[in-house]
Each structure stands twice: as C-alpha cells, then as structure tokens.
C-alpha cells in the first residue's frame, strides 16, 4: 500500500493544525436558542436571518445554526451549516461582547457565493457588535 492510498491522497505528515470551532463558542441548548428567538432581536439579509440577544454573564459570541428540513435533505442542510460555521470562524472577533446569535439560512444559501455568504456574516456581526453595544451602554 502507498503512502498517498493510507492517508487519502495527502502526502502532509499532519503538520496542518485543523481549524476548530470548539463548544464554547456555540449554542448548544435548546432552552438557550428558544431565549434567543423569544427574546432577543433579529438582522435580516438576502441568504439568512441572523437572531441575537446579548448575555449578562459570560464573555464572547455563541453561535447556533438552525437549518430545517424544508431547506432540503441532510446533505444540503450539513452544506449549508459548514459554510456559515466557517463564514463563522473566519470574521468572529475575540473581543466581541456576551452575545448569542442564531442563523437561519435560506434556500438561496446553497447557490450563493461564498464571498457573499462571508459579507453577509461581517455585516451581521458588525451589527450585532454596535448593537450590544449600544445596550451595554444604557445598561451602565
């Protein structure tokens, strides 16, 4: 057996860390994605819905991904999380204030450019950072 057949076609020796997207930055409860659709306030943009509301304990952006199943089947659905996941990863800022969001995606998400899925995704948070932030500020 080839070096290229055992490790799928890759000749790298695992020196490429992969990039993660670990628990703590997402929403993982169900009781917390219903406060967030209930409470909080929403964006609206051509490929998705971005829902948030900001927390009082905690620091940083929680990120959940609805995708439900008029969207298509499992294969589409997974596509479209994975790219928002990673729009997500790339343009999220460590410096964010406690916020969770929740992205619905529309049926357009499967055919759009990722580039636009990422303008889209900056544009939110850019939204979303001005608007907890605004509300941290009347809070104090």
């Known amino acids: 057996m080839s070096v290229i057949a055992r490790n799928g076609g890759s ?4 020196s490429r860390k992969r990039a993660s997207f670990p628990r703590s ?7 917390d ?7 909080g306030r929403r964006h609206f943009a051509t490929h998705m819905t971005v829902f948030y509301l900001a927390r009082d304990e905690g620091e940083g952006l929680r990120v959940g991904f ?8 499992a294969v589409q659905r997974n596509r479209m999380k994975r ?30 450019e990722f580039a636009d899925v990422e303008r889209e995704v900056i544009r939110a948070l850019e939204v979303i950072q001005k608007a907890a932030q605004k509300t941290s500020a009347e809070k104090k």
């Open 66 to 73: 609805t995708v439900g199943r008029v969207l298509g089947g």
């Open 83 to 112: 790219r928002l996941r990673e729009a997500v990863r790339l343009h999220r800022s460590p410096k964010m204030i406690a916020v969770d969001v929740v992205i619905n995606p529309k049926k357009s998400l499967l055919t759009a």
């Open 25 to 31: 930055l997402r929403l993982l409860r169900h009781a």
């Open 33 to 39: 994605f219903e406060r967030v659709y209930k409470q």
């Open 11 to 14: 000749n790298l020796s695992g």
